[in-house]
């Protein structure tokens, strides 16, 4: 019979019970139903204490109904036994649940620090643990506080208005695109190199000014987030809303 532990409490399985018992699993849980219903007619009885439903996969996958039992489930079922199998049942369960009891704290006292040194050395690799968490956390925090805010969004955008997340200019930022290699300018307007066009990162539109007609390239939120990352990998550039995090 085996004992299992679930949330600091031992349990075993109605299915080893009848095993151990010499009865039919169906039997057992019916007897099983029966004391359940008269001790829930007295709610101070605690039959969850006793007996707690559950269920296991049989044959196709189909589910089964079986019960987990406490010790006290298990003394239960043994005082409605009589002769050896009752003998038996209670020597083995209990044994069992003694053996199981012995080596949950066997494990508690191995984790357990047993010196002041060991205590320190726990308690510092907690802190460090916790430290690393904060950090991974708030170097987490920035992107997603960046990309938020990209995803909020379904606007075109002017390359002004990008610039200006990184306190740049569209001059300066256009510059540093051309230099990266993901655009080029012809008849005064920026485009995208053949690599980028099919991204889906602009937009290219015309208007007629003053009886000119002008071209003019505007940037989605998925070019605005490319780049974000081009920025980031290539000139270590973030927008402003990140180095202000990194400095508080």
């Known amino acids: 019979m ?32 029966g004391y359940k219903a008269i001790m829930e007619q007295t709610p101070n009885l605690g039959a969850a204490s006793f007996f707690q439903e559950s269920s296991y996969k049989a044959g196709a ?18 005082n409605k036994l009589t002769g050896t199998k009752g003998i038996k049942f209670t020597a083995v369960y209990v044994n069992e649940f003694e053996e199981m009891k012995n080596q949950l704290k066997t494990k508690a006292a191995h984790e357990t620090p047993q010196t002041l040194p060991d205590a320190l ?6 802190i460090e643990e916790k430290q690393k968490l904060q950090i991974e956390n708030a170097e987490m925090e920035p992107k997603a506080s960046y990309f938020d805010k990209v995803m909020q969004s379904e606007s075109l955008l ?5 610039a200006k997340d990184y306190g740049m200019s569209a001059r300066q930022l256009n510059s540093i695109l051309n230099e ?27 208007e007629i000014i003053y009886g000119q007609v002008v071209l003019y390239t505007n940037w989605t939120q998925e070019g605005r987030w490319f780049i974000y990352n081009l920025l980031k990998q290539e000139k270590h550039l973030v927008p ?9």
């Open 240 to 248: 402003l809303m990140e180095r202000e995090i990194e400095f508080v």
């Open 180 to 206: 990266l290699g993901v655009q080029y300018k012809q008849n005064g307007c920026w485009l995208l190199y053949a690599k980028y066009q099919d991204k889906g990162y602009t937009q290219t539109k015309t």
């Open 158 to 162: 002017t390359v002004s208005q990008i």
């Open 61 to 78: 996958g189909k589910n089964y109904r079986c019960y987990l039992l406490t010790k006290k489930g298990c003394e239960m079922v043994a």
């Open 2 to 33: 085996k004992v299992i532990e679930r949330k600091g409490q031992l349990w075993v399985d109605s299915r080893d019970v009848a095993e151990m018992t010499g009865k039919r699993h169906d039997h057992l849980m019916r007897d099983i139903d």
């Open 121 to 126: 050395r726990m308690a510092a690799d907690a």
